[in-house]
């Protein structure tokens, strides 16, 4: 088995667990609100206001994975295509700040750099214009998707990768959150786990506690 396909497995199995411990807490913090995925979108295992997964992997060779999920109510302020400008560009600067290597970081040993970045799903960044908010079958202002010509768009939930190559990854033992939390401080909540086939780490973050550390 490659390397890529061992850390694509960790991340995985971080991932289900993480949305099978984040539904318990789904009931105490929807905000009453019922949020249906329509078929094609993004979606957490329990789509929670406040609360985020990150799920981190590494392996011996220095390639490490963070993978945050998000609703993207936690990153933008709602759920929806954007109603104007002024909202495709809150959504845009929340890409920017999603594509910089400022908001995770790991202990200096590790030597730890930031090597790519992928976004999936979240609102729109573009304002399609007063036409596209028109009168008809579906309403944006409480439809966590679109359909444009049979093409679904996950609107409700963000999925971001970043990838980061550790020169030391054997050094690698702390996780530092700060600054995505501070970036979005509508992420309340955040269900961390850390797994390299040999160490698993994992605990709840807020912005009074921003770290996970092991060893």
Request: contains cysteine; glycine residues 8%.
């Amino acid at each position: 088995m490659t390397i890529r396909a061992v850390l694509t497995l960790a991340v995985s199995t971080l991932a289900l667990n993480s949305a099978a411990a984040s539904a318990q807490h789904e009931h105490g913090h929807d905000h009453g609100h019922d949020h249906d995925h329509p078929a094609g979108s993004v979606s957490l295992g329990a789509h929670v206001h406040g609360l985020a997964q990150l799920d981190v992997a590494a392996d011996r060779e220095g390639l490490l994975e963070a993978i945050l999920m998000s609703a993207a109510y936690n990153l933008v302020g709602f759920e929806r295509a954007p109603n104007n400008a002024e909202e495709a560009a809150l959504v845009a600067e929340a890409h920017t700040a999603l594509s910089g290597g400022a908001l995770l970081a790991f202990n200096g040993e590790a030597s730890c750099e930031l090597v790519a970045t992928n976004i999936e799903g979240g609102p729109s960044t573009e304002f399609a214009g007063e036409d596209h908010h028109h009168d008809d079958d579906h309403t944006h202002d409480h439809a966590h998707g679109h359909s444009d010509n049979g093409h679904s768009h996950g609107e409700a939930d963000f999925v971001i990768t970043w990838t980061y190559d550790c020169a030391s990854p054997a050094q690698l033992d702390t996780i530092e959150a700060a600054g995505l939390l501070s970036a979005f401080p509508a992420i309340e909540t955040l269900e961390l786990t850390y797994f390299d086939g040999e160490v698993a780490a994992a605990d709840t973050l807020d912005a009074g506690s921003t770290r996970l550390s092991w060893r």
